[in-house]
């Protein structure tokens, strides 16, 4: 595992640049391994329904690691990965969730937006709360303290989490798990469960574990390259 130096704020600190060089891949090995990487992606799937079966704590832990190697705005890394395995902490979650899905499911959403989801057959019931062997509640740091415990902005923070998650989400597929999506709207119950500090707003609660054997998914056609790329 590679040995890395204590994070501190670099706000104001003059600019330090250092070489890099990585080893250049050769071609051909480049392209088998993004061929490889892409049919392995198109595998990916969001999945609702969790074995309950325990999974390898240490490959979630590399899992938040690769997604906190995403870039962001300044190099704040805006990001808090809470990790939560507690059965107790996820109950409280998953009723808390359930209770604002309920209230949204029953006309906060309104029709358009319960149209779109209902190709996807969700609804206001979510055991993959506690299903689910592990969740992964991301928080977005609105701003830092420095040392004086004064407030210093973060700038970027939609994109950079987002790219964040989006890495996790890559990386956690990619080391056997499977893992959805959840944003609870308002999530600020998500805060108050975790002891969260006031910086810190809930980005995304993200259940990690294997599939039931019983599992299900949408029946779901993506765009191909061609609707989605353009080449100039």
């Not at 051909?28 to 309950?52: I, K, W």
């Not at 899905?101 to 055991?127: C, F, H, M, N, Q």
């Not at 499977?178 to 975790?194: G, N, Y």
Request: glycine share 6%; with cysteine.
């Amino acid at each position: 595992m590679p040995i890395t130096e204590e994070w501190t704020p670099i706000h104001g600190a003059p600019y330090r640049p250092v070489p890099y060089h990585p080893e250049r891949m050769d071609p051909a090995e480049s392209l088998a391994r993004a061929a490889e990487l892409r049919t392995r992606m198109q595998q990916r799937r969001t999945v609702r329904q969790f074995a309950t079966d325990p999974v390898p704590e240490q490959v979630i832990r590399d899992a938040i690691a690769c997604a906190a190697t995403a870039p962001s705005g300044a190099h704040q890394q805006p990001w808090t990965f809470a990790l939560v395995r507690d059965p107790e902490v996820r109950r409280q979650i998953r009723e808390a969730a359930e209770h604002e899905e309920r209230i949204s499911y029953d006309g906060r959403l309104g029709e358009e937006w319960l149209a779109a989801l209902r190709p996807l057959g969700t609804d206001e019931v979510k055991p993959h709360l506690t299903d689910a062997p592990a969740l992964i509640v991301v928080f977005q740091q609105r701003y830092w303290l420095g040392a004086d415990g004064t407030k210093h902005k973060h700038y970027y923070v939609d994109e950079s989490v987002g790219i964040a998650v989006g890495m996790l989400l890559s990386a956690l597929h990619q080391s056997g798990l499977a893992a959805l999506i959840h944003t609870p709207s308002p999530m600020r119950f998500l805060s108050e469960v975790l002891g969260r500090p006031e910086n810190e707003k809930a980005f995304a609660v993200i259940p990690v574990g294997y599939p039931a054997p019983d599992c299900q998914v949408p029946d779901l056609v993506r765009k191909s390259l061609d609707q989605v790329m353009v080449e100039i």
